[in-house]
């Protein structure tokens, strides 16, 4: 009974959401270009499978994946566990104390990206415009390893409480060299995955952690330490998507002169 | 039917495939690093299915829906030459669904207490509310005048990273003279604009008018409208920082 109404609320919540842009759209579709909507019963339809979808899946995030990813969070970056087996803590502590905890902001990193739903809706379009060429599944990875990178990096970094700054400047000329490099189309897809990755899923679940590692980490405040990991998120999916593409245009290179190199052998 | 119950079948498997990962890591940290016992599973597993059926009709919905309405109008627009409704309507579809963003709303509430501790507005409830308002204009602004821009930028066919690295020189300078209290909540604030439902629509339009203009390749100039949006948020809070504070 609870959880229907909190369904109930969601979904409310969720419709109140796409209202206005559900008005925009048929204003300036109806008003200003004078148009019929065509197919208008598969797009309502449509419609409203977003809203049924959206409202599930956010109580389902709510109801199973966020308690869970917080408690985690918490045991992960708590002393009692870092410690565990050492006689003395001592007052200095040492980066590689906190092997699971980078561990562990890679893999949640990853896998909640893979299943980041604007993640998968751009993926699906970039495969369809660029004719099977980029593959919705390599896509899909490449963000992930770089959301991936970025989180535990950036938990390196406040364990380490070296400055943000540093570590962002560094990416961006990363950013810079790649996008004089790389295949022309792949970049404005890769500027745009960096935004896409930081959504619905995997917002909250690295914010907790960020808070539980600036609060519990010796000399670290939650406020100034505790931002960041979303910047890191949204920076380092650029670096692995044009990493991914380059990758991609050498290997096909790479066959074609070994296919050139057969030909004329034989 | 038999069909239609192969499809649903398919769809859901995809989504179970999607959350595979997640799964395995919570499994995995909880059972064997901190070999804790898994808590509430009752609700957990309930949790999860929801999660797989709501990805599932969201996949659904984005493909019948979602994508269909933001080609159409961008086809639509073309059709009809006018373009400065299109940037009207361009603004509009920035500005309205940033506006009503829960996850900025948050996040505006957040910033009005900081600034509140921090002592740079009085800590009264009425202008707390209307440096969160303030706040929330700001980004929906800059959001729309993103997509805006964006769309100036596939019509005239200017490569993205010009604006791009220009829009990052911008979040530097602004970076070294802004308040610092607001420097974070700035940064965050370019991540939490661009949500699931705006997404997949400013996708299609993007990619829908650089498919109907002469000359425009979708791949190049149909993508890149998301990274403005998460771009110019930043400068613009930093902004509103500078002014208010």
């Given at each position: 009974?609870?959880?229907?109404?909190?369904?109930?609320?969601?979904?409310?919540q969720?419709?109140?959401?796409l209202i206005?842009?559900?008005a925009?759209?048929?204003?300036?579709?109806?008003?200003v270009?004078r148009?019929?909507?065509?197919?208008?019963?598969?797009?309502l339809?449509?419609?409203?499978?977003?809203l049924l979808?959206l409202?599930?899946f956010?109580?389902?995030?709510?109801?199973?994946?966020?308690?869970?990813g917080?408690?985690?969070a918490?045991?992960?970056t708590?002393p009692?566990?870092?410690?565990?087996?050492?006689?003395?803590?001592?007052?200095?502590?040492?980066?590689?104390?906190?092997?699971?905890?980078?561990?562990?902001?890679?893999?949640?990193g990853?896998?909640?990206?893979i299943?980041?739903?604007?993640?998968?809706?751009?993926a699906?379009?970039?495969?369809?415009?660029?004719?099977?060429?980029?593959?919705?599944?390599g896509l899909?990875?490449?963000?992930a390893?770089g959301?991936?990178?970025?989180?535990?990096l950036g938990?390196?970094?406040?364990?380490t409480?070296?400055p943000?700054?540093y570590?962002?400047?560094?990416?961006?000329i990363l950013?810079?060299?790649?996008?004089?490099?790389?295949?022309?189309?792949?970049?404005?897809?890769?500027?745009?995955?960096?935004?896409?990755?930081?959504?619905t899923?995997?917002?909250?679940?690295?914010?907790?952690l960020?808070?539980g590692?600036?609060?519990?980490?010796?000399?670290?405040?939650?406020?100034?330490?505790?931002f960041?990991?979303?910047?890191?998120?949204?920076?380092f999916p650029?670096?692995?998507?044009?990493a991914?593409a380059?990758?991609?245009e050498?290997?096909y290179?790479?066959?074609?002169?070994k296919l050139?190199?057969?030909?004329?052998d034989? | 039917?038999?069909?239609?119950?192969q499809?649903?079948?398919?769809?859901?498997?995809?989504?179970?495939?999607?959350?595979?990962?997640i799964?395995?890591?919570?499994?995995?940290?909880?059972?064997?690093?901190?070999?804790?016992?898994?808590?509430?599973?009752?609700?957990?597993?309930?949790?999860?299915?929801l999660v797989?059926?709501?990805l599932?009709?969201f996949i659904?919905?984005?493909?019948?829906?979602?994508?269909?309405?933001?080609?159409?109008?961008?086809?639509?627009?073309a059709?009809?030459?006018?373009?400065v409704?299109?940037l009207?309507?361009?603004f509009?579809?920035?500005f309205?669904?940033?506006?009503?963003?829960p996850?900025?709303i948050?996040?505006?509430?957040?910033?009005a207490k900081?600034?509140?501790?921090?002592?740079?507005?009085?800590?009264?409830?009425?202008e707390r509310?209307?440096?969160?308002?303030?706040?929330?204009?700001?980004?929906?602004?800059?959001?729309?005048?993103?997509?805006?821009?964006?769309v100036?930028?596939?019509?005239?066919?200017?490569?993205?990273q010009?604006?791009?690295i220009g829009?990052?020189?911008?979040?530097v300078?602004?970076?070294?003279?802004?308040?610092k209290?607001?420097?974070?909540?700035?940064?965050?604030?370019?991540g939490?604009?661009?949500?699931?439902?705006?997404?997949?629509?400013?996708?299609?339009?993007?990619?829908?008018?650089?498919?109907?203009?002469?000359?425009?390749?979708?791949?190049?100039?149909?993508?890149?409208l998301?990274?403005?949006?998460s771009?110019?948020?930043?400068?613009?809070?930093m902004?509103?920082?500078?002014?208010?504070?």
């Open positions: 009974m609870e959880l229907l109404t909190h369904i109930f609320d969601t979904l409310q969720t419709l109140f959401d206005p842009i559900i925009i759209i048929f204003f300036f579709q109806l008003i270009l148009q019929k909507i065509s197919n208008l019963k598969n797009i339809l449509g419609l409203l499978y977003v979808g409202g599930l956010l109580v389902g995030l709510e109801k199973a994946l966020f308690p869970l917080n408690l985690m918490i045991q992960l708590d009692a566990f870092i410690y565990a087996g050492v006689e003395s803590v001592a007052n200095s502590i040492h980066w590689a104390d906190y092997f699971w905890v980078y561990m562990f902001a890679a893999a949640i990853f896998s909640t990206t299943a980041e739903p604007s993640l998968i809706a751009v699906i379009k970039a495969n369809t415009v660029s004719a099977g060429a980029i593959g919705v599944w899909r990875i490449a963000v390893i959301v991936a990178i970025g989180i535990s938990a390196f970094r406040i364990v409480g070296t943000l700054h570590y962002i400047i560094v990416g961006y950013v810079l060299i790649q996008t004089v490099y790389a295949p022309k189309m792949i970049i404005p897809l890769a500027y745009d995955s960096g935004g896409v990755t930081t959504s899923v995997t917002v909250p679940l690295v914010a907790a960020g808070l590692l600036a609060s519990t980490v010796p000399g670290r405040s939650a406020i100034i330490d505790g960041g990991l979303i910047a890191f998120a949204s920076l650029i670096i692995t998507v044009m991914y380059q990758l991609s050498w290997r290179k790479h066959n074609m002169e050139d190199k057969e030909e004329t034989s | 039917m038999a069909q239609l119950f499809n649903i079948l398919k769809t859901l498997l995809d989504s179970v495939r999607d959350l595979l990962p799964i395995i890591v919570i499994g995995f940290f909880q059972l064997a690093i901190l070999q804790q016992p898994i808590p509430n599973l009752n609700s957990i597993l309930i949790g999860t299915l797989v059926i709501g599932a009709l659904k919905g984005l493909q019948m829906a979602l994508f269909p309405i933001g080609e159409n109008i961008a086809y639509a627009f059709r009809k030459g006018s373009v409704w299109l009207v309507f361009a509009a579809l920035g309205g669904t940033t506006i009503a963003e996850a900025l948050a996040v505006s509430a957040e910033a900081v600034a509140a501790s921090a002592e740079l507005i009085p800590d009264i409830a009425s509310n209307s440096y969160a308002l303030g706040l929330r204009i700001t980004v929906a602004v800059s959001v729309g005048l993103a997509i805006l821009i964006g100036i930028r596939i019509i005239k066919g200017w490569p993205l010009y604006l791009i829009g990052y020189a911008g979040v300078i602004m970076t070294i003279f802004a308040p209290e607001i420097i974070g909540i700035a940064y965050d604030s370019g939490v604009t661009t949500s699931t439902v705006t997404v997949p629509l400013v996708t299609a339009l993007g990619v829908g008018l650089a498919s109907s203009i002469q000359g425009r390749n979708p791949m190049i100039d149909g993508f890149g998301i990274a403005l949006a771009l110019t948020p930043m400068i613009f809070v902004g509103y920082g500078m002014v208010v504070h």
